[in-house]
Nanobody
Framework: QVQLVESGGGLVQAGGSLRLSCAASGSIASINRMGWYRQAPGKQRDLVATITSGGTTNYADSVKGRFTISRDNAKNTVYLQMNSLEPEDTAVYYC????????????WGQGTQVTVSP
């Protein structure tokens, strides 16, 4: 099993920056990919960015050039640096881990609120 704990959300004005952190514990060696998803009120949960165990990254078109995903393997932590934030980025952000344990398993964090004021 993989456990995820997020931190770093908050309230920021448009144009500002925030950094989210996600610390993983448990079956760390089984993790193939980690990432961030977000869910705004009344909307589905959407991909923001992912990073594989090999360091390959992928971003939603809406955040390319503004957000950067990175990982610190020594700390078992994934980060999401968010710059030039827009009110449309307001959502609950969830950390995700995709692990291989005889089959693929998804683990989710509890979510952290990001609110961007105009």
């Amino acid at each position: 099993q993989v456990q995820l704990v997020e931190s770093g959300g908050g309230l920021v004005q448009a144009g500002g920056s925030l950094r989210l952190s996600c610390a993983a514990s448990g079956s760390i060696a089984s993790i193939n990919r980690m990432g961030w998803y977000r869910q705004a009120p009344g909307k589905q949960r959407d991909l923001v960015a992912t990073i594989t165990s090999g360091g390959t990254t992928n971003y939603a078109d809406s955040v390319k050039g503004r957000f950067t995903i990175s990982r610190d393997n020594a700390k078992n932590t994934v980060y999401l640096q968010m710059n030039s934030l827009e009110p449309e980025d307001t959502a609950v952000y969830y950390c995700n881990a995709l692990a291989w344990m005889g089959g693929f398993y998804n683990s989710w964090g509890q979510g952290t609120q990001v609110t961007v004021s105009p």
